[in-house]
């Protein structure tokens, strides 16, 4: 992807090392969701484009997501409010990897 100009190196960032910052964020209003994934979230939703919006829709759509989650292959199932059909590959796997 890389070499074919289709990476962006802010997504690859996030994807190899997730929410670094040590700031503080607002408690995760989810309960099944993990501090650190929603730290991970935050940091996505951050790069913009296809992103805007996410932390919305997690909060707005948690029942459809928990769901989504609780699949025994959730990379193989269409994920809630769309986002399978909104973004590539790569960017869908970032979606697994803030609640996996």
Not at 69 to 77: H, K, L, R
Request: aromatic share 12%; net charge negative.
């Amino acid at each position: 992807m890389d070499g074919e100009n289709q990476l962006d190196h802010k997504e690859l960032d996030f994807f190899l090392k997730g929410n670094t910052s040590l700031d503080e964020v607002d408690p995760c209003p989810i309960k099944w969701l993990h501090l650190q994934n929603w730290k991970d979230a935050i940091k996505l939703e951050s790069l913009g484009g296809p992103f805007e919006g996410l932390l919305e829709n997690i909060r707005g759509y948690h029942k459809q997501w928990k769901h989504w989650y609780d699949e025994t292959a959730p990379e193989m199932a269409p994920m809630p409010c769309k986002y399978s059909e909104k973004l590539n590959k790569f960017q869908q796997l970032l979606i697994c990897r803030i609640f996996r």
